[in-house]
């Protein structure tokens, strides 16, 4: 009879070890996920377009290094040039657009202006207002709040537009592109 006792007693704290051991491992394994999850989110909210898809990586690589060169060299003369280098502005009406989104109705309201090389160029463009109104309306409806919300976003999207729009002119060539209003709700 005592030795079943004793026996019953040491079974007994081997199981309330072994439900902390068991209680240890799924805590760690819980803020496993919970770190993977939250560095996850962060690389995909942070927007950086560096990922290289393996079909093409060449391609993609010589893609993303001009478009860094490009915008290096625009934050340097953006900097650097004082307001009597600034070319002719052309503006264009305001734009109203939904920004793309999965949960709620956000849209933006901007207006904006073109440096533009020469005044010839003013003429093409009056001609083409429609076609480069449809352009712009597209880039800015297919960009998320995150992707247009910060400084760095908000100069992706004015190199695209003046590559869009450069692509389509002829007579000269779009210098910059200025948002003089600005208004997320």
């Given at each position: 009879?005592?030795?079943?006792?004793?026996?019953?007693?040491?079974?007994?704290?081997?199981?309330?070890?072994?439900?902390?051991?068991?209680?240890?491992?799924?805590?760690?394994?819980?803020?496993?996920?919970?770190?993977?999850?939250?560095?996850?989110?962060?690389?995909?909210?942070?927007?950086?377009?560096?990922?290289?898809?393996?079909?093409?990586?060449?391609?993609?690589?010589?893609?993303?290094?001009?478009?860094?060169?490009?915008?290096?060299?625009?934050?340097?003369?953006?900097?650097?040039?004082?307001?009597?280098?600034?070319?002719?502005?052309?503006?264009?009406?305001?734009?109203?657009?939904?920004?793309?989104s999965?949960s709620?109705?956000?849209?933006?309201?901007?207006?904006?202006?073109?440096?533009?090389?020469?005044?010839?160029l003013?003429?093409?463009?009056?001609?083409?207002?429609?076609?480069?109104?449809?352009?712009?309306?597209?880039?800015?409806?297919?960009?998320?709040?995150?992707?247009?919300?910060?400084?760095?976003?908000?100069?992706?999207?004015?190199?695209?537009?003046?590559?869009?729009?450069?692509?389509?002119?002829?007579?000269?060539?779009?210098?910059?592109?200025?948002f003089?209003?600005?208004?997320?709700?």
């Amino acid at each position: 009879m005592a030795e079943e006792k004793k026996g019953a007693e040491e079974s007994a704290p081997k199981e309330k070890k072994s439900s902390n051991m068991l209680m240890i491992i799924i805590i760690v394994i819980l803020v496993l996920i919970i770190v993977i999850g939250a560095v996850v989110a962060v690389l995909l909210m942070n927007g950086d377009s560096g990922a290289v898809d393996a079909t093409a990586p060449q391609a993609k690589e010589r893609t993303i290094s001009q478009t860094k060169n490009r915008t290096m060299q625009n934050a340097t003369i953006d900097n650097t040039r004082s307001l009597s280098d600034i070319g002719v502005l052309y503006p264009l009406d305001t734009f109203t657009v939904n920004l793309k989104s999965d949960s709620d109705r956000r849209y933006l309201k901007t207006t904006i202006s073109l440096e533009l090389e020469g005044k010839e160029l003013s003429a093409e463009l009056d001609a083409k207002t429609a076609v480069l109104r449809d352009r712009i309306i597209r880039i800015l409806s297919s960009k998320t709040l995150g992707e247009i919300s910060s400084k760095k976003g908000k100069q992706k999207v004015s190199e695209q537009i003046m590559n869009t729009l450069n692509a389509m002119i002829t007579d000269g060539r779009i210098k910059g592109v200025y948002f003089t209003e600005f208004v997320i709700q």
